[in-house]
T-cell receptor, first 117, second 114 residues
Framework: GAGVSQSPSNKVTEKGKDVELRCDPI?????LYWYRQSLGQGLEFLIYFQGNSAPDKSGLPSDRFSAERTGGSVSTLTIQRTQQEDSAVYLC???????????????FGPGTRLTVL | DAKTTQPPSMDCAEGRAANLPCNHSTISGNEYVYWYRQIHSQGPQYIIH???NNETNEMASLIITEDRKSSTLILPHATLRDTAVYYC???????????????FGQGTILTVHP
């Protein structure tokens, strides 16, 4: 079946511009995650959605970063007034609902490579 | 901060078994051990996970010590396409608002050579 898809695959923008990154999770996956991977850095967690709500936003690096999810499916990560340090690969993952006593494997998309000039 | 320790790099000959170790001495009773890998320029790929019993699937085997403080991922017949960064992650399976996230360390760069 179809996996997690992300768009665009590459985005080049100028410093100060706003960007929107899109994630389409696997059908039926109500949990959705955003991570980012900077050059030479490991993967770091940004935000987690269960349905349309975000119980964990602890990884968002500043208030320039926001994310929303509507209809329990597609999610958009928005970065306002982009800075050069925002350059990274932004990864999305989805999983089945997180329920007590279950282990819910996250499946990742291919990522969006963001370059801020 | 990551709760696992892995060697930074390992080599393996094609066709041989690759055994990747991971220490997780502070693992809690409600935490699983997960393994992912990331091939260059791709998103992380799920491999296998386990709680306390050994596990096997079509990709790999996972051996967890009885005290659960360490584990080994085994790729039984490594191929060149298995060259990747391998991440060992501990993750709680229930409870709390942040238990869903994965915390990645630096992983092990596995290089499979002909």
């Amino acid at each position: 079946g179809a996996g997690v898809s992300q768009s665009p695959s590459n985005k080049v923008t100028e410093k100060g511009k706003d960007v929107e990154l899109r994630c389409d999770p696997i059908s039926g996956h109500t949990a959705l995650y955003w991570y980012r991977q900077s050059l030479g850095q490991g993967l770091e967690f940004l935000i987690y959605f269960q349905g349309n709500s975000a119980p964990d936003k602890s990884g968002l690096p500043s208030d320039r970063f926001s994310a929303e999810r509507t209809g329990g499916s597609v999610s958009t990560l928005t970065i306002q007034r982009t800075q050069q340090e925002d350059s990274a690969v932004y990864l999305c993952a989805s999983s089945l609902p997180l329920t007590s006593g279950s282990s819910d494997t996250q499946y990742f998309g291919p990522g969006t490579r963001l370059t801020v000039l | 901060d990551a709760k696992t320790t892995q060697p930074p790099s390992m080599d393996c000959a094609e066709g041989r078994a690759a055994n990747l170790p991971c220490n997780h001495s502070t693992i809690s009773g409600n935490e699983y051990v997960y393994w992912y890998r990331q091939i260059h320029s791709q998103g992380p790929q799920y491999i296998i996970h386990g709680l306390k019993n050994n596990e096997t699937n079509e990709m790999a085997s996972l051996i967890i010590t009885e005290d659960r403080k360490s584990s080994t991922l085994i790729l039984p017949h490594a191929t060149l396409r298995d060259t990747a960064v391998y991440y060992c992650i501990v993750r709680p399976y229930a409870g709390g608002t942040s238990y869903g996230k994965l915390t990645f360390g630096q992983g092990t760069i596995l290089t499979v050579h002909p």
